[in-house]
């Protein structure tokens, strides 16, 4: 079984920076092929769609990130980033990374970030 571990998280100012990472035990020959994906949750709204690396490098992001947050993967250390700047009081949230590959489907336990002065 996959498993997946989120770090990072924490508190920063409005207008801060964070990188978030997601170490995971999946082989090296198969993370590069698989799809990650970072989402994130607040109290009481349902867990939102952030950004998406895949196996050819190929990148999407939420609207509400485009431009502010970067998605970025280490092939070789099996690792994937999530890089915030320009931070918002509404990006706190639960941040959860998730990789699929095939019907695998699988999630971390998630790493806090919180935005406020």
């Known amino acids: 079984q996959v498993q997946l571990v989120e770090s990072g998280g924490g508190l920063v100012q409005p207008g801060g920076s964070l990188r978030l990472s997601c170490t995971t035990s999946?082989?090296?020959?198969?993370?590069?092929?698989?799809?990650m994906r970072w989402y994130r949750q607040a109290p009481g709204k349902e867990r939102e769609f952030i950004a998406t690396?895949?196996?050819?490098?190929?990148?999407n992001y939420a609207d509400s990130v485009k431009g502010r947050f970067t998605i970025s993967r280490d092939d070789a250390k099996n690792v994937v980033y999530l890089q915030m700047n320009s931070l918002k009081p509404e990006d706190t949230a639960v941040y959860y990374c998730?990789?699929?590959?095939?019907?695998?489907?699988?999630w971390g336990q998630g790493t806090q970030v919180s935005v406020s002065s």
């Open positions: 690396s895949t196996g050819s490098d190929n990148t």
């Open positions: 998730n990789l699929q590959f095939g019907r695998l489907d699988a």
């Open positions: 999946q082989s090296r020959m198969f993370f590069r092929v698989s799809t």
